[in-house]
Structures are given as C-alpha cells and as structure tokens.
C-alpha cells in the first residue's frame, strides 16, 4: 500500500470505516476496539512499518491471533494515539466547514428563488392577457422544482455529511479512551493517573480539605507464574487482579495499571487508614482466590499481592508522592510479601 498523506477528507476518513471491516472479516480478525484501530491504520496506508508487518503476515498465510493482533496494537497502534485524535478532530472539523459551506449556498439559493417569485407576483398583477399569464405559470413551476431538486440534493449531502460526523465522532471517543487506557487490562495506563493525580491534588479543597492516598500493588513472584505457566497464563493473572480492583473501587477512585505487574489505586480525599483499609481487602480478595487453568483445570497455586499506602504531603512534585507509595510497597516485599505497608 503506498503513503497517504497526514491529513484525510472527511470522505477518506470514511472510506477508512468502510474498508478495514471486510478485511479483517477476511483473515478472521475479531473486531474489537483495539483491532479495528490497528486495521483502520493499515488501510490508510500512512503508518509504513504496520503496513510492511501486516503484508508480510498476510504472504506468509500467518493467522492473526489473539496474541499476534495484541502485538501489532502495542507496537504500532498504540503509541499513534494522540495523534490520531488530533488527526480525527481536524476532520470534523473540515466536515463541519463543508456543511457550513453547503447552509452559504443553500441560502444563496433561496434568496435567488424569493426574488424569482417576488417578479413573478409583480407580473402578475400587470398581466392580463391568458398566454401571458400562463408563461409566467410556466415559469413558477421551473424554478420551483429547480428549488426542490437543489432542496433535496441538499439534503442528501447533509444526511451524508452527518453520517460520517457521527462515525468519526464514535472514532473520536474510541481513540481519547484507547489513549488513557491500559489495552490488556481495561484499566487506566500510567499516564492517565499521573493526570487524575494532579486533579485529586487541585481539587483537595472540595474533598473537605482531606488529601488523597495512593496504593501501590505488586504481585508477589509474578516471574515464576510466567515461567511455569507461560505469558498467556501470566496475563491473565495480571487480568484477574485487576478485575479485584476495579472491584473494590468505586465513585472517584481509580485503578491503574502502572506497569507490568504493577498496580495504583488513587483514593481522592481518603486519609491513610482509609486507604490501608481498601489495600487489604484487595490483597484478601487475591490471595483467597482459588485460579485454574482453563486448559487443563490444574491450579496455579496461590497468588498474592503486596501492597504500599502513602498519603499526599504536599509534595510539589506527584512523582515524589508515588515514589514514597512504591517504597512502602517494597516494604512489604522485604518483610515477606502479601501484606501492606503505610509510608
């Protein structure tokens, strides 16, 4: 596929839509968010090393498996996103020009027809002659459906234009969430909690003055699940807690996946003992579980989790803030693991 430009149409940015699903119906790509962003990459032909993969895996008659639709996301995809933002909000923005453009002539157009009929009206009342008047009938009946066909060409373009708003605008929202979002666990990335943190820190004062806390989780010899199990079965693990936090967080707080096997939960407003309190009904939930494999229904074993609690101090910088977290949490890990430690 050859190099597109950077900026798309709108009639090209829906072109994109239109194409990426039946290919990847073609070579059994499941179509979810993550998919169908790396596919409507491809067929823009404006990312080179996605577009040289994807070719080769397709020469190569390869399958496009769970694992192998992940890696092309991570590797290609995933770190084009805010770009891609940038690049869909430039072609609203142009689709809204173009019916902006469309409403000036529309308007052009009726007043041309207003005049029209304002001349045949004045006529009218000086003609009396039969033929004259049936001229002048004649003439009112082109230009009304003159005006009734460039109506309804007007239309259509709106019903068109419209469409592909709507299409661009659910794009839109895909990728600002694929931006924030961890793809292998739902959760939050990293740096959507270094923003929530600067938000729970500006907003102290309309949490009744009290600071946010921050957990952070790790899990414990995480390195041995993979290499007993294997990386699939590793992440499904790291799914698994994460679906323990999501769990016990709730309103304003949020749970991230910091990286790896490592997890934060930021609890705005919530003072240490608080904050202790969520870490170890997390740490509980995980440990108590009983998980198998689903191959073969053999048990992993138990996993747990070790955790650090810190509170904000009014560090002028959030870093310095999560970094007394992770030491806490190390804490835990030198005295034993699967317990928290407050900072």
Same mark, same amino acid.
Do not use: C
């Given at each position: ?161 419209? +469409?592909? %708003? ?5 794009? *839109? $929202?895909?990728?600002? #969430?694929?931006?924030? =979002?961890?793809?292998?666990? &739902? ?48 992440? +499904?693990? %790291? ?5 323990? *936090? $999501?769990?016990?967080? #709730?309103?304003?707080? =949020?749970?991230?996946?910091? &990286? ?84």
């Amino acid at each position: 596929m050859s190099a597109a430009a950077d900026q798309v149409t709108g009639e090209t940015a829906a072109e994109y839509l239109r194409m990426a699903v039946p290919l990847m119906s073609r070579h059994r790509v499941p179509a979810t968010p993550d998919n169908y962003a790396t596919w409507y990459e491809y067929v823009s032909g404006r990312n080179e090393g996605l577009t040289n993969e994807i070719d080769r895996l397709i020469d190569a008659k390869a399958d496009f498996t769970e694992a192998v639709n992940a890696k092309l996301y991570r590797q290609y995809v995933a770190e084009r996103d805010l770009s891609n933002i940038e690049q869909i909000r430039g072609n609203l923005n142009q689709l809204l020009s173009e019916i902006g453009a469309t409403l000036h002539e529309a308007g052009d157009g009726a007043r041309s027809f207003e005049g029209t009929l304002g001349g045949i009206a004045d006529n009218f009342a000086k003609k009396n002659d039969l033929d004259d008047i049936r001229q002048l009938l004649k003439t009112l009946v082109k230009e009304t459906r003159q005006m009734q066909s460039s109506t309804t060409a007007m239309q259509s373009s709106f019903e068109r234009k419209s +469409r592909e %708003i709507e299409e661009l605008q659910e794009q *839109l $929202q895909r990728e600002r #969430k694929r931006a924030i =979002t961890d793809p292998l666990t &739902g959760l939050y990335n990293r740096a959507a909690l270094i923003d929530e943190l600067h938000s729970a820190v500006g907003q102290m004062g309309e949490e009744g003055g009290q600071p946010p806390s921050l957990i952070m989780l790790d899990i414990d010899h995480f390195k041995s699940v993979n290499d007993t199990h294997g990386h699939l079965i590793g992440d +499904r693990v %790291i799914r698994f807690v994460a679906q323990v *936090l $999501q769990k016990n967080t #709730k309103g304003k707080d =949020t749970a991230a996946r910091y &990286g790896g096997e490592e997890f934060t939960v930021l609890l705005p407003g919530t003072p240490a003992v608080g904050a202790k309190s969520v870490a170890e009904a997390i740490r509980k939930a995980v440990a108590s579980a009983q998980l198998v494999r689903a191959d073969n229904k053999q048990p992993l074993g138990q996993i747990t989790i070790s955790a650090g609690v810190a509170t904000y101090q009014g560090e002028s910088d959030v870093m310095n803030f999560i970094d007394r977290a992770d030491q806490a949490l190390y804490q835990s890990k030198n005295n034993g693991r699967n317990r928290t430690t407050v900072a």
